[in-house]
Nanobody, 115 residues
Framework: QVQLVESGGGLVQAGGSLNLSCAASRRIFSTNAMGWYRQAPGKERELVALMTSGGSRNYRDSVKGRFTVSRDNAKNTVYLQMNSLKPEDTAVYYC?????????WGQGTQVTVSS
């Protein structure tokens, strides 16, 4: 069992930056996928950025060049640095960690970008 706790969300103006963090309750392994999804009101949850078990980073097209996912295994934490934020980035952001075929989810953190 892994608990994930996100932090770092908030209200920011368009063009601003936020850095989300997701801390796991126990050791995380670089061989397991870990990353971020988001869900806007009335929309389905969508992948934002993922560090795969093979070590590559996948991003949805709309955030490429603006968002960067990284992880610190020593701190059991994954990060999402978000720059040049746009109003359409407004959503609840969820951390996900995959282990033994199961996806663990955090409770989410709200990101609101004002125009």
């Amino acid at each position: 069992q892994v608990q994930l706790v996100e932090s770092g969300g908030g209200l920011v103006q368009a063009g601003g930056s936020l850095n989300l963090s997701c801390a796991a309750s126990r050791r995380i392994f670089s061989t397991n996928a870990m990353g971020w999804y988001r869900q806007a009101p009335g929309k389905e949850r969508e992948l934002v950025a993922l560090m795969t078990s093979g070590g590559s980073r996948n991003y949805r097209d709309s955030v490429k060049g603006r968002f960067t996912v990284s992880r610190d295994n020593a701190k059991n934490t994954v990060y999402l640095q978000m720059n040049s934020l746009k109003p359409e980035d407004t959503a609840v952001y969820y951390c996900v960690y995959s282990s033994s075929g199961y996806n663990y989810w955090g409770q989410g953190t709200q990101v609101t970008v004002s125009s």
